[in-house]
């Protein structure tokens, strides 16, 4: 069974950081690219950071460039989200999820492009 497991969400004060964690499972975790996306209340699910199957490619949307990296552990089967200088606009339920191709170096924040979800952390940055 695929599962993902996303870890390390949290309140925190504007300008503080976070580090999120997606471990998966029930498949060849090295063969898949991993998203990250979120959702905040009343809005649509964006995706924010993605990385190829190998972690030689990354991508990260213009409101969180800069400020997030993504990375991957293929040896612990783990995505890493470490976000900087949070602002009061990234609260929000943060998803990791699985691509739905395999071995390739292509890299997509759209939902469409992903079949399996964790089942997500709560991130709210307040003072």
């Known amino acids: 069974e695929v599962q993902l497991q996303a870890s390390g969400g949290g309140l925190v004060q504007p300008g503080g950081s976070l580090r999120l964690s997606c471990v998966g499972s029930g498949f060849d975790f090295d063969d898949y690219a991993i998203g990250w996306f979120r959702q905040a209340p009343g809005r649509e699910r964006e995706g924010v950071s993605c990385?190829?199957?190998?972690?030689?490619?990354?991508y990260s949307r213009d409101p969180v460039r800069g400020r997030f990296t993504i990375s991957r552990d293929n040896a612990k089967n783990t995505v890493y989200l470490q976000m900087n200088s949070l602002k009061s606009d990234d609260t929000a339920v943060y998803y990791c999820a699985r691509a739905n191709y395999r071995n390739s170096r292509i890299v997509s924040p759209r939902t469409s492009q992903y079949d399996y979800w964790g089942q997500g952390t709560q991130v709210t940055v307040s003072s």
């Open positions: 990385i190829s199957s190998s972690g030689d490619v990354t």
